[in-house]
Structures are given as C-alpha cells and as structure tokens.
C-alpha cells in the first residue's frame, strides 16, 4: 500500500540522515508499519507538499494519508477518517527578542503557516479579528522556520509537538502558547469510502489496548 505524508513534522515524519542514507521515520511511519504488519500490506512511503495529500488521495495515487492530519469537517467531504490516534495543539513561534506572547500582538505581523494545514485555517481567521495580520503560506515547515529565525515574517503558527523540535534547535527561537488552541485530534485520511478504514482502526484500537501506541507515544514524544 501506499502511504503519502509530507515528511517535514518532526517526530511524525522527518527525513533521517543519521544512518547514511536518506530514511522517512517518525511516529506515523511506526504506527503504519505496525498496522501493515498485522494486515499484511507492504507499505511504500511517497514524500509530498502537504496541500497535495488530500488530492493524492482523491485521485487514488495514495492509499491512504498519515502526516499528523486533522480530521476536520472540510476535509471529511473528500476524504474519509480513521479513528484519532493523538492529539495536539498549535503554537505561535517566534523570536526570543520579539516580546510577542499572544496571538492579538500579531496585529499588523507577517504570520507563516503550512499551506493546506489547520493552521493556515487558524491564521486566517485570526486575521479578520487581528488589525493587519498577514498570513503567508509555505510547502514546507523548514522553509517556514527559516523565514522566522531571517526575519522575513514575525511568526508561525505550528503544532506544539513540532515546534518544540525545532526550538530545541534554534537558539534565538521560542515558543508562545495560544490560550485558546483547543486540542485536536489525528487520524489517517483514506480515498472516500475505502475498504481499508474498518480494518485500521481495528488495528490502532488493538494498539491503544495492548500499550503499542503508549510505547510509541513514549519513544517519540517522550511523555
Ligand atoms: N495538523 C495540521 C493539519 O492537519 C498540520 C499537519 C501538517 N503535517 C505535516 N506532515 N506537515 O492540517
């Protein structure tokens, strides 16, 4: 089978270097492992621009979609959903110097975000409350972290997971929690009315009883 991510989300899917060679890992990668494994699917990992996944699977180039992916309702029109297998929340990056700790001092502040992602939702709505607030959307979360630590935007908006990552990484950056980011959930996304959706979630339950998704919970977020 075939699985598409964009793998930029650190510790959900990242490209490891360490080995020598270049390796798709991550918390998605080990749950579809897991999952194919017990199904006995072979399953091949096909790297993309986020805003690309949903089409990937609308057009049947993917099997299904693992890429820390939100099941929102404007979504679930063109793809279906497995059952949640994490949650999270979004942050606001930026750097140590800029004194910005919420989201209204964004007012009149270039704001990137991953193009296609909730948090482009997120930004943009923040924009009609918050006076002059830019949203500027990229493919990749590197590229949008970079933007933050040269200066070129103010901020971003990322999922917390992620973005202690790469704070951790960064020197000059740091992290303001959103007050009001509610926790959302992550499910894989499959083409409308796939076969497969029924026996995925069987398999992440048996994984949510048996403590395989705590152990992996543990190895990549370490909590
Ligand atoms: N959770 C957000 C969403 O569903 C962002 C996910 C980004 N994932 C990635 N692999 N870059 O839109």
Redesign the pocket.
Known sequence: MTMA?????KP??FHDLTSGKDEIVGFDVDIAKYIGKELGYEVQINDMN?DGLVPALQTKRADFVM????P?PDREKNVDFSVVYHE?RNTIVIKKDSGITKLDQLAGKKVAV?L?????TTAKDAAKTVQGLQVVSLN??GEIVEEVKTGRVDAAII?DH?AKGFVENNEGLQLAPIETAES?G?AIAFPKGSEHVAEFNKVIKKMQENGEMDKLIQKWFGQ
């Open positions: 991510t964009s793998a930029d989300f959900y899917e986020f890429a820390g992916m939100n929102t999270a991953q296609g992602s909730t948090q482009e990749k979360i999922e992620v959302t992550t």
